[in-house]
């Protein structure tokens, strides 16, 4: 094979990274933004029962907890995904 046929495959092998990368930060933005839904109807059900049933309001800020902490995690991977997408642009550029 040519050189730049070579640079061609190559090219093609780097990219699949960089989709297969963004192709995960777009299904985690999706759950997301499902989990953000499903918090703000936590969140509506909770001010009606706080009065009216102390314990099931217990029950419903223990599941607010636990969706809070997903979409953290899941905040903190989208993040870091795209972080580990730009420094290997810029290598790529650089190695140019």
């Given at each position: 094979m040519k050189a730049k046929k070579l640079l061609a495959l190559l090219s093609q092998?780097?990219?699949?990274?960089?989709?297969?990368?963004?192709?995960?930060?777009?299904s985690i933005r999706t759950v997301l933004k499902e989990l953000k839904?499903?918090?703000?109807?936590?969140r509506a059900k909770l001010a009606d029962k706080i009065d009216t049933d102390p314990e099931d309001a217990e029950a419903l800020q223990l599941k607010l907890d636990v969706i809070y902490a997903q979409r953290r995690k899941g905040v903190m991977k989208v993040h870091a995904l795209k972080r580990h997408l730009q420094t290997s642009e810029?290598?790529?550029t650089k190695s140019d």
């Open positions: 092998f780097l990219d699949a990274d960089s989709k297969t990368q963004q192709e995960e930060i777009k839904n499903k918090e703000r109807d936590l810029n290598t790529e």
